[in-house]
Nanobody, 125 residues
Framework: QVQLAESGGGLVQAGGSLRLSCVAS????????IGWFRQVPGKEREFVAA????????GYADSMKGRFTISRDNAKNTAYLQMNSLKPEDTAVYYC??????????????????WGQGTQVTVSS
């Protein structure tokens, strides 16, 4: 099993920045592909970014490119999502997800096997 815990969410004004963290336990972090997703109550879960086992491959939703950066520190069993130039429409619960059956996880939420509890990000105008 893999356990995930997100942190770093909060309230920020439009144009500001936040860094989310995802700490994993239960297996070797270097063999976990990570994805970030977000969800607004009543709406479908949305892909944000993904990173491969070693960090060599990354992917982003088009609306996040140039603003968000995904990274990982395998020695700390931690993945990060740096969010800059935040907009009110970025307001959501952000989830860290993991899969162990692929080097790079991709953008489909149903392909991820493990999920964190989520962390709230609220961007005010």
């Amino acid at each position: 099993q893999v356990q995930l815990a997100e942190s770093g969410g909060g309230l920020v004004q439009a144009g500001g920045s936040l860094r989310l963290s995802c700490v994993a336990s239960g297996r070797t972090f270097s063999n976990i592909a990570i994805g970030w997703f977000r969800q607004v109550p009543g709406k479908e879960r949305e892909f944000v970014a993904a990173i491969s086992w070693t960090g060599g491959s990354t992917g982003y939703a088009d609306s996040m490119k140039g603003r968000f950066t995904i990274s990982r520190d395998n020695a700390k069993n931690t993945a990060y999502l740096q969010m800059n130039s935040l907009k009110p429409e970025d307001t959501a619960v952000y989830y860290c997800a993991a899969r162990t059956d692929a080097y790079y996880g991709g953008s489909t939420s149903t392909q991820y096997h493990y999920w964190g509890q989520g962390t709230q990000v609220t961007v005010s105008s």
